[in-house]
């Protein structure tokens, strides 16, 4: 195998990792929805995880902020009711500002939009990179994966982007003959020269994280480890 000197989405999972990305907060892996809201707590009781997923998404795809208030039991009149308790139900989220998630070719950006103190709206499209998705991914919770619908034995989220690139052996990658014949000169097979250009491309990746080379020049040879 080859352990990559920085993560890499894989062009079969980005748009799971963009749906994950949705549902819970980039700053502290909370689900952006709790139990408290009947809509969360009816989709989390749906029995098909895939169909659980989806309905999640929806439901936390239009959050704006990961919520840190305590919420408080009231009745329809807005006042505490004799004997009603005033138990908080608190979500335990860390208040941060969610982004708008977009997916461009094999990247994920993030879309902030915030009011300056002159009210005019400013925004911003920083990156996610690999590895910030690995970060957030990572530390969701096993119960918010359960929520999720996801495996914890065989789908977990991280595993999603790719660390380690597993090496087909020679076996399934065969030299094959120049002229047809099977004799003769003998040449590499394409998957053998592709491994080739991942190894070279991952090795300036760990040669200009090792000489601290400038920010621009590293985000380069990311890119190209990316599109091998």
């Not at 707590?41 to 929806?58: C, G, H, M, S, Y």
């Not at 096993?142 to 076996?171: C, F, K, Q, S």
Request: overall charge positive; aromatic content about 6%.
């Amino acid at each position: 195998h080859i352990e990559l000197a920085k993560p890499v989405y894989h062009p079969g999972f980005i748009k799971k990792v963009k749906k994950v990305l949705e549902i819970v907060c980039h700053n502290c892996s909370k689900v952006l929805a709790d139990r408290s809201d009947p809509e969360f707590l009816q989709a989390v009781n749906t029995r098909d995880p895939k169909v659980r997923f989806n309905r999640i998404w929806n439901i936390c795809k239009k959050k704006t902020r990961c919520e840190n208030e305590t919420k408080e039991v009231k009745n329809d009149d807005g006042e505490y009711s004799l004997g009603m308790k005033q138990a908080p139900v608190n979500h335990g989220g860390c208040g941060n500002i969610q982004p708008r998630v977009r997916h461009k070719a094999l990247q994920l950006v993030a879309k902030y939009e915030s009011s300056g103190e002159d009210g005019v709206k400013k925004k911003e499209e920083p990156q996610i990179t690999p590895e910030m998705a690995h970060n957030i991914l990572r530390r969701i919770s096993d119960e918010d994966l359960r929520d999720m619908g996801l495996n914890l034995e065989y789908a977990r989220p991280e595993w999603m982007i790719v660390t380690v690139l597993p090496v087909p052996p020679p076996p399934v990658r065969p030299s094959i003959s120049m002229d047809g014949t099977g004799q003769g000169l003998r040449n590499e097979d394409d998957l053998t020269y592709k491994l080739g250009d991942i190894i070279r491309a991952n090795s300036n990746v760990k040669q200009a994280i090792r000489e601290g080379s400038p920010a621009h020049i590293a985000q380069d040879f990311e890119q190209l480890l990316q599109y091998h």
